[in-house]
């Protein structure tokens, strides 16, 4: 059985960094060929891919979040990490962490190829 937690602050200032952590039980980060993923769903809208971090650390990130976003893993927890800086009331979303089979090209959003997926962490900006 492999289980997914997020983790971390429910509400964030405007202009701060969201920070969060996904600890992964049941599975290793670091083994092949499996993607860790950041995902969120704002609320009334669809999910929206944020980034991965695959088993040998590399990261990717959609165009939508490059610019603001950070990716970490720490191997000697099992735990992977979101940043997101600059945030905005916008970034209010449930916040999800979820892996991904195998890499599918440069398609992340097939949702049905995340095998396993956190329960979701509620995060609101406001001040």
């Known amino acids: 059985q492999v289980q997914l937690q997020e983790s971390g602050p429910g509400l964030v200032k405007p202009s701060q960094t969201l920070s969060l952590t996904c600890t992964v039980s049941?599975?290793?980060?670091?083994?092949?060929?499996?993607?860790w993923s950041w995902i969120r769903q704002p609320p009334g809208k669809g999910r929206e891919w944020m980034g991965a971090i695959d088993y040998m650390g590399s990261t990717y990130y959609s165009p939508s979040f490059k610019s603001r976003t950070s990716i970490s893993r720490y191997t000697s927890k099992n735990q992977f990490t979101l940043q997101l800086n600059s945030v905005t009331p916008d970034d209010t979303a449930v916040y999800y962490c979820?892996?991904?089979?195998?890499?599918?090209?440069?398609?992340?959003?097939?949702?049905?190829?995340?095998?396993?997926w956190g329960q979701g962490t509620q995060v609101t900006v406001s001040s």
């Open positions: 049941g599975s290793s980060i670091t083994t092949y060929p499996y993607y």
């Open positions: 979820a892996r991904l089979l195998r890499r599918y090209g440069n398609i992340w959003s097939d949702w049905e190829k995340y095998d396993y």
